[in-house]
């Protein structure tokens, strides 16, 4: 059995350049006290989230994560509006979130299976695409009369081309993320 210092993972896509200034600008019309708005260097749709992970694990993974993306295929998401998770009543994120294309769902369950195969377990919810804009603060509760913008911004493109399992480092003024690995999607016919 394994054991040593663990690191804190995840699977993301990153938003490229035009998209990562897109969010920045719809995250302007966020207007909320006490919520800390995300870096624009940290904006990213966790595919999985995969907790504190053995470096082993990581490097399992990785080969098996390689092998089932090519039954994937790079594909675009568009935005669908602002949310609150996990509602708009006592929310902790301010997201953007995303529309559920058939590659998605397909890259998701590949993401899945492949993670379960290399030991960690299954998520218990369903996947609801979404780049967190900003946090409230855990310690303050957001106002109660807090409600999502009403000016929506237009649809955002994300270019989906390939997935990152990135290391979360959590330092005290937030999280700084690390990339493990980089994994092409294989781009549609």
């Known amino acids: 059995m394994n054991t040593g210092p663990t690191i804190r993972c995840f699977i993301a896509i990153e938003p490229d350049e035009p998209a990562r200034a897109d969010l920045m600008d719809a995250a302007r019309l966020v207007d909320a006290p006490n919520m800390r708005r995300t870096p624009a260097d940290n904006l990213h749709l966790t595919v999985k989230f995969l907790g504190d992970a053995l470096p082993d694990e ?6 098996r994560l ?3 993306l ?3 295929a790079a594909c675009d998401l568009t935005s669908n509006g602002f949310v609150a998770i996990p509602n708009e009543r006592r929310p902790r994120v301010v997201a953007m979130g995303f529309d559920r294309p058939e590659p998605i769902v397909t890259l998701h369950e590949l993401v899945e299976m492949a993670a379960e195969d290399a030991g960690f377990p299954r998520e218990g919810r369903d996947f609801r695409p979404h780049i967190t804009l900003g946090r409230f603060n ?5 106002p109660r009369d807090f409600k999502l913008p009403t000016e929506q911004p237009d649809p955002l493109p994300l270019p989906v081309r390939e997935l990152v399992i990135k290391q979360s480092i ?5 999280a700084v993320y690390a990339d493990l690995a980089r994994l092409p999607l294989p781009l549609t016919t």
Request: charged share 30%.
């Open 138 to 142: 855990t310690r303050r509760r957001p």
């Open 70 to 72: 090519r039954d994937a």
């Open 170 to 174: 959590l330092e005290p003024g937030g």
């Open 58 to 63: 990581i490097q399992q993974l990785t080969p």
């Open 66 to 68: 390689t092998d089932a």
